[in-house]
T-cell receptor, first 112, second 112 residues
Framework: SQTIHQWPATLVQPVGSPLSLECTVEGTSNPNLYWYRQAAGRGLQLLFYSVGIGQISSEVPQNLSASRPQDRQFILSSKKLLLSDSGFYLC???????????FGSGTRLTVV | LAKTTQPVSMDSYEGQEVNITCSHNNIATNDYITWYQQFPSQGPRFIIQGYKTKVTNEVASLFIPADRKSSTLSLPRVSLSDTAVYYCLVGDPWAAGNKLTFGGGTRVLVKP
């Protein structure tokens, strides 16, 4: 069966520090991969999505970047975190055609 | 991407049926309607997806009128554990990237 792993679950980072969040998917090949962010009490904002290795589409200009070095690995990064980067970060995957998304358990990032 | 409008919040009681209506006036021919459920500090969970008329699974029913400009998620006999945020999304699951845009969702509170 397909599973999605996301880590760490929680993270507290100082302003100006780098960030690396990792997401891996098992049990499927060539999935679509996504990074979402959810601010406290708000809806989900799509940050990046990828349809294949090395293919990244950015939805909003910001202090973050994404990479897909392997088929089932999706990484969210930042060189210097801002206070406004705090939030709940969710990785998700979907099959190539049809169906819905499967989300990871999320990473709660607090920038202090 | 079709924009959706749904109530901000709804209250209900255990054992009652909860109906959440979502408006999507500019839905496109290839768009499907998908509903997700999100508990606090967790990623959204796929509930149901449909294109027209009625879809039913073990969790919910989805009613879509002929003009497809709205849809209603029906949760039968809710329990306290159904307290969550419910998101209505409209999009083409076969489109490249299959990216979905989440709105603010409907916060459902089930009371004893």
């Amino acid at each position: 069966s397909q599973t999605i792993h996301q880590w760490p679950a929680t993270l507290v980072q100082p302003v100006g520090s780098p960030l690396s969040l990792e997401c891996t998917v098992e049990g499927t090949s060539n999935p679509n991969l996504y990074w979402y962010r959810q601010a406290a009490g708000r809806g989900l904002q799509l940050l990046f999505y990828s349809v294949g290795i090395g293919q990244i589409s950015s939805e909003v200009p910001q202090n973050l970047s994404a990479s897909r070095p392997q088929d089932r690995q999706f990484i969210l990064s930042s060189k210097k975190l801002l206070l406004s980067d705090s939030g709940f970060y969710l990785c998700a995957w979907s099959v190539r055609v049809g169906g819905g998304y499967t989300f990871g358990s999320g990473t709660r990032l607090t920038v202090v | 991407l079709a924009k959706t409008t749904q109530p901000v919040s709804m209250d209900s009681y255990e054992g009652q049926e909860v109906n959440i209506t979502c408006s999507h006036n500019n839905i496109a021919t290839n768009d499907y309607i998908t509903w997700y459920q999100q508990f606090p500090s967790q990623g959204p969970r796929f509930i149901i997806q449909g294109y027209k008329t009625k879809v039913t699974n073990e969790v919910a029913s989805l009613f879509i009128p002929a003009d497809r400009k709205s849809s209603t998620l029906s949760l039968p006999r809710v329990s306290l554990s159904d307290t969550a945020v419910y998101y209505c999304l409209v999009g083409d699951p076969w489109a490249a990237g299959n990216k979905l845009t989440f709105g603010g969702g409907t916060r459902v509170l089930v009371k004893p």
